[in-house]
C-alpha cells in the first residue's frame, strides 16, 4: 500500500516536470488601459509560444482597444509611433514591420485573440518586450518578454 502510494508520488512528480514548459501564456487587459501581466517568460525548451490576449473590460475597440505586440524592447516605442497612423484595420501596425516578431489584433472589451510564434526568433542575447500599439497605450501598457 505505502509502495504503491510513493510510485504514485513519484509519478505526479516526473508529470508535472514534464508538464514544466509551458509553451502558452495567457494575458488580460482591461478598460483601465492596463495589461494584467507586466513580464513574459518563454521556456527555452518551447519550440513555438502561444499569447492568449483577452480583455475582460467592456468598451469597444474603437475606445479602449488592445493587441500584444512582441519586438525587441529598444525598438518598441519607435514600433508604435510608426503605427499610430496606421489606421485600427491595420491593428496600428505598419504594414510588413520586420521589427514586429508577433502580434494579436486589435480587439475590444470581452473579445479574445491569440499569437503564436517561433521561439527561434528571439535571441537570448537580446532584450525582447512585448506592448499595446493602440495610439497612447504603450505608456501604461508594456512589459519584458524574458527567454529563460
Ligand atoms: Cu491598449
Redo the contacts with the bound molecule.
Keep these: 500500500m505505502i509502495r504503491k502510494l510513493v510510485a504514485a508520488s513519484v509519478l505526479t512528480l516526473a508529470s508535472g516536470h514534464l508538464l514544466a514548459a509551458e509553451c502558452s501564456v495567457e494575458v488580460d ?1 482591461t478598460d483601465q ?1 492596463t495589461f494584467t501581466t507586466k513580464a513574459i517568460e518563454i521556456d527555452k525548451s518551447c519550440k513555438q509560444f502561444t499569447v492568449n490576449l483577452k480583455h475582460s473590460g467592456s468598451l469597444p475597440k474603437a475606445v ?4 500584444l505586440v512582441i519586438s525587441k524592447y529598444d525598438e518598441m516605442s519607435q514600433i508604435a509611433t510608426d503605427g499610430m497612423s496606421v489606421g485600427i484595420d491595420k491593428d496600428y501596425l505598419k504594414d510588413g514591420d520586420a521589427r514586429v516578431i508577433a502580434h494579436t489584433k ?1 480587439i475590444g472589451g470581452g473579445e479574445k485573440d491569440s499569437v503564436t510564434f517561433d521561439v527561434s526568433k528571439l535571441d537570448p542575447a537580446e532584450k525582447y518586450g512585448f506592448f ?3 495610439p497612447g ?1 504603450i505608456g ?2 508594456k512589459g519584458t518578454v524574458t527567454l529563460k
Design positions: 487587459s488601459m479602449m482597444g488592445h493587441n486589435v499595446c500599439s493602440f497605450h501604461m501598457m
